[in-house]
């Protein structure tokens, strides 16, 4: 069974730091990967996608990850973080591509951004 | 409206009563998923529906728990007997069809949820 692994919970960093978000699965074959974020009192919602070609995946808001297929890994990564980044990040992925679309989400990790 | 809708947005409820959710997903979107989002436990996946039917209900926590989805659209989950360790966020997604769009294949569009609050 597919699993996702986010190890950090809490990260709290000062603006103009830069952020990695770490992400792990479980899954040997092709992936679909994902980062949504929760925004405060906001839906959940679509930072970024893999699904082929270009391992760097850039989304919104200047937010950036990189599949790394050796590492089964696909860290979330931003050069310099503002206030408004403040949220809980999740990572998914989805180990069917083209059937089932059952994507499984990891733990989150709150990220909480000080002025 | 053009997203995911719940309803109730909030729901307090007192010990052993049921309860009805009810999800409205984007119109054309014949997946549709529930998940239950517990402080501190991140997303816990529910039941996931491809039209009207449940291929993987794996996620249901035990057989207090039901979900229907009828004309491949509204769904709702029920609970029964509700007990205090039911409360959180019930969230309900829904993506496209596979094949429509490439690039939109398995993005799941997330509704506000809905806060249950069993008392």
């Known amino acids: 069974a597919q699993s996702v692994s986010q190890h950090n919970h809490h990260v709290i960093l000062s603006e103009a730091a830069s952020l990695e978000l770490g992400c792990n699965y479980s899954y040997g074959g092709t992936v679909n990967l994902f980062w949504y974020v929760q925004y405060p009192g906001q839906h959940l919602q679509l930072l970024l996608k893999y699904f082929s070609g270009d391992p760097l995946v850039k989304g919104i808001k200047g937010f950036e990850a990189e599949f790394i297929k050796s590492k089964f890994s696909f860290n979330l990564r931003k050069p310099s973080v503002q206030w408004s980044d403040t949220a809980e990040y999740f990572c998914a992925v989805n180990a069917s591509p083209g059937g089932y679309q059952k994507v499984t989400f990891g733990t989150g990790t709150k990220l909480q951004v000080i002025p | 409206g053009a997203g995911v809708s719940q309803s109730p947005s909030n729901k307090v409820t007192e010990k052993g009563k049921d309860v009805e959710l009810r999800c409205d997903p984007i119109s054309g979107h014949t997946a549709l998923y529930w998940y239950r989002q517990s402080l501190g436990q991140g997303l816990e996946f529910l039941i996931y529906?491809?039209?009207?039917?449940?291929?993987?209900k794996s996620g249901l926590p035990s057989d207090r728990f039901s979900a229907e989805r009828t004309g491949g659209s509204v769904s709702t989950l029920t609970i029964q007997r509700t007990q205090q360790e039911d409360s959180a966020v019930y969230l309900c997604a829904s993506s496209s069809k596979p094949g429509t769009s490439w690039s939109s294949y398995n993005e799941q569009f997330f509704g506000p949820g809905t806060r249950l609050t069993v008392l």
């Open positions: 529906f491809q039209g009207n039917s449940a291929p993987d």
